[in-house]
Every structure is written in structure tokens, then in C-alpha cells.
């Protein structure tokens, strides 16, 4: 007998890919009782889930991503008290710097329910950002719904947590191979399962091609980077800039948004030419999340392009009214994104579902899109 022939497990759900869409998925499959075994190529979570910013942008969604995100929300919150990793529900600070920035946080604020979206004073937003005097803030408003973890600790907490649950099997350094349903074939022997779920994000294209295609799948790379945070700054919610603004649906789909993106792209065309989200948040140990830029292709070259990440290191210090940043590291993030969909959820082979956030918002509706999917497979 071979190694693929053998039977490495049996369970009810096999998840493939130990993300943060998979790990959402196994934590479902457990709260419904259902047995699980994970398997994952790596010997832990290397990919997006651990390569943003840790933001669950919650407030800035709309409709169906809104309904989904609230649902992970209160998800992402019970876990992080089981699972004990680190979460503040600080909300977002939607910083400022302009009157159509101003315009569209103003039109935004009407539309919600009161205190969903607090706006704030010029000095109430420099004093959250212990800005210094170079700020240019003009307002903001405070985003309440929204929360943030610490990406690089709250995957692994999750999947540790799920470890440790009666009925769950991890096999690190494990290749899904193929399935019909019922076994799953991997690089260490068969794995029996009445249900494979397959969580392997922009690289759906290695294993299911056509659905790819069918759906126009590409990679998206981003440029990143970890800075001290200046003078020891403290900063509690997620921070959105004007870029932010021209990324999220509740903010795009405003009246205002018109306006924003026709000066922005007027005062700061290099902002749109690298299609940038200037945002940041903070880990627990104090240095600040900073970023980011925007590529898509169907393979994504690994160069980063020092011109995209010295204009993003800029825009952030100018956000804090500062000079320079000090950068404590640089790297690449990669996602999968579609033009026609946010998010992907098929059943490419009987029995073997897929699926993949094919936009930005991956931490935000992780668990939510997880309680959906097994409301639709029954």
C-alpha cells in the first residue's frame, strides 16, 4: 500500500487550507457538531490571513458584505475570548483631509443609524492620532462597528484553539490532491469526508482552473510595511484616509464619492496610478501596520517597487504630521480578486465546495461567510 492509498482520517467536513476563510469554516462545521479535519500545505498560515492589517471593516461595507460582516463581527469577538487573542472594538477613525473627504463621511453619517458613524472634529481626530503639528486634518468621523486583531497572532490562536477541540485533526505539510465527495485524495493518504470544503484563496486556480477562469479570478499584490510608531504614539481603532474612501461600497456609493475621487486624482494622481489604500493600524507591541498598493495579474512577480512604498510611507507620516516613519519591515501581501463578485462560493464537483473572498474584505466576513455557506450546502 502506498502513502496515498491509506486512510490518514475520517471525519464529517474536510477543510482545505488553514486560513482565515478555513479556519471560519472548521469553526462552523464544530458549532454545528459536525467532526473536521483541516489540512494545509504549510506547517502554519504564511499567506493573507496573516499578511493585512488584522482590520475587520465592518461599517464601510453595504448590504449583503454588510449583513455578512456584522455576523463575523460578533464571531470574530466570541473567539477571541475562547481562543484568547488579542482584539479591541475600537472602531475605525475615517480621517479627513478635505472638504469632498468631508462630504462624503457627512452623507455617509445621514444614512446610518445614529452613532454608526460619529463625525469628529478636526482636534478630536488629531488627538486620537497624537498627530503632530505638520497634520493636516481637517475632520473625520469615528467608525463604530469595526474592530481589529493582531493578524499574526489571531490565525494561529484560532487554529491552535481548534486543535485542541474534541472531533478536530490538523495535518500540516498536507497537499489536497483531488475528490469526488466522498474521499479526498492528499499528499499523505486518503482522507474519507462526506463534505470537502476548499479554502485556498487566489490559488483556486491550481486546483479548479476553469472555475478560475469562469469567474475571472486574478491575483492581487500588495505592497506593505511594519514603522515604529512615532514618539510611542497609542492609536485604538483602525485608521481610513481619503483612499479608503474610494475602496469601500458604503463610502462609493455615496453621492459625494464623485467629487472625492475627481480631486484626489487631480492633487494626488500617484495615488490612484498605484490604486492605494492609505490606511494603518497598530499590534499589540506598538509598531504600525502601513500600506497599501494595488496589482492584479493571473501570476503575481514578487518585485516591489521602492517608488510605491516611499509614497506610502509619505502619505501615512503626513496622516500623523510627521516627517519620516522608521520601517521595521517590508513585504508583499497576496489576495484573490474578481471583477465580478467579492466573494466565491461553488460546488465545482459533487460533494466539493470552494470557498474564496475574491476581494479585500476577507478578515471582515470571514466567519459570517462561513455561516452562510453551511446554511446553503444543508
Known amino acids: 500500500m502506498t502513502s496515498h492509498d491509506r486512510v490518514l482520517a475520517e471525519s464529517d467536513v474536510l477543510i482545505v487550507g488553514a486560513g482565515i476563510i478555513g479556519l471560519a469554516h472548521a469553526a462552523e462545521a464544530v458549532r454545528r457538531g459536525h467532526t473536521v479535519t483541516v489540512i494545509d500545505r504549510d506547517s502554519r498560515a504564511v499567506g493573507a490571513s496573516v499578511r493585512n492589517f488584522g482590520h475587520c471593516c465592518v461599517t464601510a461595507?453595504?448590504?449583503?458584505?454588510?449583513?455578512?460582516?456584522?455576523?463575523?463581527?460578533?464571531?470574530?469577538?466570541?473567539?477571541?475570548?475562547?481562543?484568547?487573542f488579542f482584539s479591541v472594538s475600537a472602531g475605525a477613525l475615517a480621517v479627513a483631509r478635505s472638504a469632498e473627504e468631508l462630504a462624503v463621511l457627512d452623507e455617509l453619517s445621514g444614512q446610518r443609524e445614529t452613532g454608526q458613524v460619529r463625525?469628529?472634529?478636526?482636534?478630536?481626530?488629531?488627538?486620537?492620532?497624537?498627530?503632530?503639528?505638520?497634520?493636516?486634518?481637517?475632520?473625520?468621523?469615528?467608525?463604530?462597528?469595526?474592530?481589529?486583531?493582531?493578524?499574526?497572532?489571531?490565525?494561529?490562536?484560532?487554529?491552535?484553539?481548534?486543535?485542541?477541540?474534541?472531533?478536530?485533526?490538523?495535518?500540516?505539510?498536507?497537499?489536497y490532491l483531488g475528490g469526488d465527495g466522498e474521499s479526498a485524495a492528499t499528499s499523505r493518504g486518503k482522507v474519507r469526508a462526506a463534505r470537502t470544503i476548499v479554502c485556498v484563496g487566489h490559488d483556486l486556480d491550481y486546483?479548479?482552473?476553469?472555475?478560475?477562469?469562469?469567474?475571472?479570478?486574478?491575483?492581487?499584490?500588495?505592497?506593505?510595511a511594519r514603522v515604529e510608531a512615532p514618539h510611542g504614539t497609542r492609536i485604538g481603532p483602525a485608521v481610513l484616509t481619503g483612499t479608503s474612501m474610494l475602496r469601500y461600497p458604503a463610502f462609493t456609493e455615496t453621492d459625494a464619492s464623485a467629487a472625492l475621487r475627481s480631486r484626489i486624482a487631480a492633487d494626488d494622481p500617484d495615488l490612484i496610478d498605484i490604486d492605494a489604500n492609505v490606511m494603518f493600524t497598530q499590534r499589540?507591541?506598538?509598531?504600525?501596520?502601513?500600506g497599501d498598493s494595488h496589482r492584479y495579474d493571473l501570476t503575481m512577480d514578487p518585485f516591489q517597487r521602492e517608488s510605491t512604498s516611499e509614497l506610502?510611507?509619505?502619505?501615512?507620516?503626513?496622516?500623523?504630521g510627521v516627517e519620516s516613519l522608521r520601517i521595521v519591515e517590508r513585504w508583499q501581501g497576496v489576495y484573490?480578486?474578481?471583477?465580478?463578485?467579492?466573494?466565491?462560493?461553488?460546488?465545482?464537483?459533487?460533494?466539493?465546495?470552494?470557498?474564496?473572498?475574491?476581494?479585500?474584505?476577507?478578515m471582515t466576513i470571514s466567519f459570517?461567510?462561513?455561516?452562510?455557506?453551511?446554511?446553503?450546502?444543508g
Open 61 to 84: 461595507q453595504s448590504n449583503d458584505l454588510l449583513d455578512l460582516a456584522l455576523l463575523a463581527r460578533e464571531r470574530w469577538l466570541h473567539y477571541s475570548d475562547v481562543a484568547g
Open 119 to 175: 463625525l469628529l472634529t478636526a482636534t478630536s481626530v488629531n488627538d486620537r492620532l497624537s498627530a503632530g503639528a505638520g497634520s493636516s486634518v481637517v475632520g473625520g468621523a469615528l467608525l463604530r462597528d469595526d474592530l481589529r486583531v493582531d493578524p499574526r497572532e489571531a490565525v494561529g490562536a484560532l487554529a491552535a484553539w481548534l486543535e485542541a477541540q474534541p472531533g478536530v485533526r490538523f495535518f500540516w505539510r498536507t497537499s
Open 207 to 224: 486546483l479548479f482552473p476553469a472555475l478560475a477562469e469562469e469567474h475571472e479570478v486574478l491575483r492581487c499584490g500588495l505592497q506593505m
Open 284 to 290: 499589540p507591541d506598538g509598531s504600525l501596520l502601513v
Open 312 to 320: 506610502l510611507l509619505r502619505r501615512v507620516a503626513q496622516v500623523l
Open 336 to 362: 484573490a480578486s474578481s471583477p465580478q463578485h467579492p466573494y466565491l462560493l461553488a460546488e465545482p464537483v459533487p460533494g466539493v465546495a470552494v470557498a474564496s473572498v475574491t476581494s479585500g474584505v476577507g
Open 368 to 377: 459570517g461567510l462561513a455561516l452562510r455557506h453551511f446554511d446553503t450546502l
